[in-house]
């Protein structure tokens, strides 16, 4: 017994001798010491954290080979083999690991909205309580560069480009009419309401090879992976009412919401320049399912909304009011799978199907559209370590539009369209350091309609000039199939191309944003036809071409001032096109030289209450005046909006908001309406094109019903 | 032979309670650094046994934890994203080794926690909703556990302060949780038991 107690503390005494002291210091590339790096033997508890001077030192009892480790946040984890007697005095560079956070990003042309504050410029509660947006997340995004206010449509104008040019897509997925239909000469609205949505990107030109059929932009909604809670929202508005639910139950979950808009009850009381038969009403219905996988998400999200108005509008070539009457039903759905596969690839894969039916009379036409179309789409996506990312995909379009064409003399014509489009694309995400990346892609379509094959290379370069700025240069070549409304009467029209170049530079410091872009985009076989209108016995060519160029300024500062959050966007754009039916190459009338936009938030703790403030400024736009010879020469006067609104929190699940748009009556003209033909005197009369109201405002009450009851209306806020 | 064995023996007992000390030692060790506010220290040395013991989700817990309470008071962006990406990377470690734990469940909801207080315009309508319900499913896990009935009163105070309502029924909670922690027995070594003094503390406030 004896001999072993005398050979234990031999064995300890031993092993007590045996202790190797490792030493060393811990530097980063620019030869500066590290504090707070974790030392250690792999498979042993010996180690150190570095101290000041990026020093370290401990002892081992372990012997022989063994493996040294280094790890520290934002580095890559070093490992150094051995024997432990030779790590002595060790001098160690860590290197840096791309760190999305303070590395470069590629962001020439993006905006983004979401959760992650050091790249998003707009929060995800800013749709919610932008003044002039009202809850439209279109509206929202208008107060940013590079859009142009065309107060009496709605949709985004960018950067000289039709609204058609822009494609707005739900997790990847095409939605074909994403905005809801109304009188003419009335601005429109997104059909989806942002509550499904957690993140959006909303990009002004040089996007990714994964987009295709877009000339000037993409505008990208993802919808949430994983409600946080179950609850019950309801909604009362002067225009109408809500009802949302989500429930959550294993690895599922389902939102539902489903909304009735009537503007009756408020046209009674505010009376426009309309003569309403029947006001605005609207029925939506909208459902995610959700379910979580073990190494997937699947997701499957549907919409329906049907609408309909009747009204009695002012024509100039008609002596009386004459009738604009819409039924609408529009059925879209979206199935979304995201998931790993082996060897680390990630797969996303999906569908996109929406039906779309028109009932249109105007005046004396009558018009029926069907439209259904369909996206499927299939990505792989590999990350090799964290400097080069590849993704590969292929996709495929299919649209198909019909319309029955009734004119004054009860003659119909029936047209047809169907146009199929085989995409494949590829793209890598190069990050040469923290400071240096690259993207590059190239995109591959094929246009059944016309048979034609084209390629677009796509490049996107960014350098970090300093702690918090950046510049990011891109350019790339975009292609879309000519509008439905060409190609029913002409299906050997070629895509119209254009070509992006920008030049970006940004800075972010804590809470604060500058940006500023400059742009030049080239458009090329733009279509162009003979006649006043696009008619079947037009003759179609595709001999237009534009240009674009201007450049754009944001600001936004959430921290000077407690409480306060404000940005401030100018896009100054010189255009000109030929193209459509235009005599030569002009300005064309949906843009604007200068544009600006004041958003300001403020939160008054003492009143619970969110004050916003909206001013939005848009230089007069070109119109044609026909009593000249002149084309497209004339302005109009200069736009102003001002829009107010508050946000009470009657209690924690309880809010009241209120929103005033332009309470000071400011009398904006959008534009002029020329008859068609001259009166006796020779002479085009004009009616000018005005808002429907010149002021408007909305109450609404929403109330969010939860499990636990204490749940905060502060998140809808 | 008797004496062989019997060293044999004495051998594997030494050694056994030799590397318990080891794990014990270090992690008094981390625990000591984390008092006296060496907050680097005590996580690497956290980290150094997580990686070994891969079974025992506290070594996982606790570098969670001081990551975790050291982005309360972090006010750069940089750093305490660090602090939390590492946070919940060992989080999830310990999760997949206990996947039923309440005191995991507690450590989550602050996680999120240290975001809202961070930036609640940006992060408020993400986490809020997921906080709240994270405590609900460990209140219906185990109701006696101090902890969740402490940090649950705590999230609701803020809330409750912040629209000016009665604080009072949360102060019943944390009058709970105070009798719970007098009663809260846990044999493990190194059992989390943080957390009486802040709610003594906030209870105080209460009157």
Redesign the interface.
């Known amino acids: 017994m004896k001999a072993i107690i005398t050979f234990l503390c031999c064995f300890n005494i031993f092993s007590l001798f045996s202790q190797t002291i490792i030493s060393g210091k811990i530097l980063n590339s620019k030869k500066q010491p590290i504090e707070g790096v974790n030392v250690f033997l792999e498979g042993t508890y010996d180690g150190a954290s570095t101290i000041t001077d990026g020093t370290f030192s401990f002892t081992t009892e372990e012997i022989g080979e063994q493996t040294l480790k280094a790890s520290f946040m934002s580095y890559q984890t070093y490992e150094l083999k051995g024997d432990v007697t030779t790590f002595k005095n060790l001098t160690i560079i860590l290197k840096e690991e791309i760190f999305e956070l303070t590395g470069v990003t590629l962001s020439a042309g993006t905006f983004k909205a979401g959760d992650n504050s050091k790249i998003s410029v707009l929060k995800p509660l800013d749709i919610l309580t932008t003044a002039s947006a009202v809850g439209d997340v279109f509206g929202a995004f208008q107060t940013l560069p590079g859009t142009t206010t065309v107060a009496e449509d709605g949709r985004l104008f960018v950067r000289g480009g039709d609204a058609e040019e822009t494609q707005v897509f739900i997790d990847g997925l095409r939605v074909f009419s994403p905005y809801s239909s109304r009188p003419n000469n009335t601005p429109t609205r997104g059909r989806y309401s942002a509550n499904l949505f957690k993140g959006t990107t909303f990009s002004t030109g040089g996007y990714s090879a994964e987009f295709g059929q877009a000339l000037s932009s993409v505008f990208l909604l993802n919808t949430i992976d994983k409600p946080s809670q179950e609850e019950t929202n309801i909604s009362i508005m002067t225009l109408g009412a809500g009802i949302g639910n989500t429930q959550l139950w294993g690895n599922n979950s389902l939102s539902v919401n489903m909304s009735y808009i009537n503007l009756k009850p408020y046209e009674s009381l505010i009376s426009d320049r309309y003569n309403w038969k029947k006001q605005y009403e609207s029925f939506s219905g909208e459902g995610v399912y959700r379910k979580q996988f073990k190494n997937g998400l699947l997701k499957l999200y549907t919409a329906i909304d049907a609408s309909n108005f009747d009204v009695y509008v002012d024509d100039i070539n008609y002596e009386y009011q004459v009738q604009n009457k819409i039924k609408n039903t529009n059925l879209y759905t979206n199935l979304f799978y995201k998931g790993v596969l082996q060897n680390d690839w990630v797969i996303e894969t999906g569908g996109s199907f929406s039906y779309t039916k028109n009932d249109i009379v105007y005046a004396v036409e009558n018009i029926d559209q069907d439209e259904l179309d369909f996206h499927a789409k299939l990505k792989l996506k590999r990350s090799f370590n964290s400097n080069i990312k590849l993704s590969v995909g292929l996709e495929y379009f299919s649209e198909n539009f019909g319309e029955d064409y009734q004119n004054e003399n009860s003659t119909i014509f029936t047209s047809k369209v169907e146009n199929n489009l085989p995409s494949v694309f590829a793209e890598s995400d190069i990050f040469f350091s923290n400071k240096l990346a690259l993207n590059v892609g190239v995109r591959s379509s094929y246009t059944s309609v016309n048979k034609d094959w084209f390629t677009s290379p796509r490049i996107s370069f960014a350098y970090k000039t300093g702690e918090n700025d950046q510049f990011s240069l891109a350019y790339g070549t975009f292609y879309q199939s000519p509008k439905t409304g060409y190609l029913k009467y002409n299906n050997n029209l070629k895509s119209e191309k254009a070509s992006h170049y920008l030049l970006n530079y940004q800075y972010i410091v804590n809470g604060k944003t500058f940006r500023a872009e400059a742009f030049y985009k080239k458009y090329v076989d733009l279509v162009k036809y003979n006649t006043q209108s696009p008619e079947y016995n037009s003759i179609y060519t595709n001999s237009g071409n534009g240009y674009a160029s201007g450049f754009d300024v944001f600001w936004r500062d959430n921290k000077s001032v407690d409480n306060l959050e404000y940005w401030v966007s100018y896009s100054f754009l010189n255009t000109k096109r030929n193209y459509k039916n235009y005599a030569e190459k002009v300005t064309p009338n949906f843009t604007a030289k200068h544009n600006f936009s004041l958003v300001g938030k403020y939160w008054v703790d003492a009143l619970k209450s969110q004050f916003g403030f909206t001013y939005s400024y848009t230089s007069g736009r070109p119109y044609d005046n026909p009593n000249t010879t002149d084309f497209m020469a004339e302005k109009t006067k200069a736009y102003h909006d001002v829009s107010f609104n508050c946000s009470y929190l009657l209690t924690q699940q309880k809010i009241l908001y209120f929103s005033l748009s332009n309470p000071f009556g400011i009398k904006n003209i959008n534009g002029y309406q020329y008859a068609n033909q001259p009166d006796q005197s020779g002479f085009y009369n004009r009616k000018a094109i005005k808002p429907a109201a010149d002021f408007s405002f909305f109450i609404g009450f929403f109330w969010t019903i939860s499990d636990d009851k204490k749940s905060n209306q502060l998140d809808n806020l | 032979m008797k004496?062989i064995i019997?060293?044999v023996l004495?051998?594997v007992v030494?050694s056994i309670t030799f590397s318990q000390s080891?794990?014990e030692?270090?992690m008094q060790k981390a625990l000591n650094f984390w008092k006296e506010g060496k907050v680097?220290?005590a996580s690497?040395?956290f980290?150094?046994?997580a990686?070994?013991e891969n079974d025992n989700w506290l070594p996982n817990y606790y570098v969670a934890y001081v990551n975790i309470i050291a982005a309360f008071q972090d006010k750069n962006?940089?750093t305490l994203?660090?602090k939390l990406?590492?946070a919940e990377k060992y989080l999830e470690k310990a999760q997949k080794i206990t996947p039923n734990n309440v005191e995991l469940l507690v450590l989550k909801a602050l996680h999120h926690t240290v975001w809202v207080s961070f930036?609640?315009?940006?992060?408020?309508?993400?986490?809020?909703?997921?906080i709240?319900?994270i405590?609900?499913q460990a209140k219906e896990m185990d109701p006696t556990n101090p902890r969740v009935i402490y940090s649950d009163a705590e999230w609701?105070i803020g809330?409750?302060k912040?629209?000016?309502?009665d604080i009072t029924p949360y102060c019943k909670g944390l009058a709970h949780a105070l009798e719970l922690f007098t009663t809260f027995k846990n044999e493990t070594p190194f059992y989390p038991n943080w957390g009486k003094n802040r709610a003594e503390e906030l209870y105080n406030n209460c009157k």
């Open positions: 004496k019997l060293t004495l051998l030494y080891n794990y030692k270090g680097t220290e690497n040395t980290e150094r046994i990686n070994i962006l940089e994203t660090l990406d590492k930036d609640g315009a940006t992060y408020g309508r993400k986490y809020s909703g997921e709240s319900q405590y609900q609701k809330s409750a912040y629209f000016g309502k």
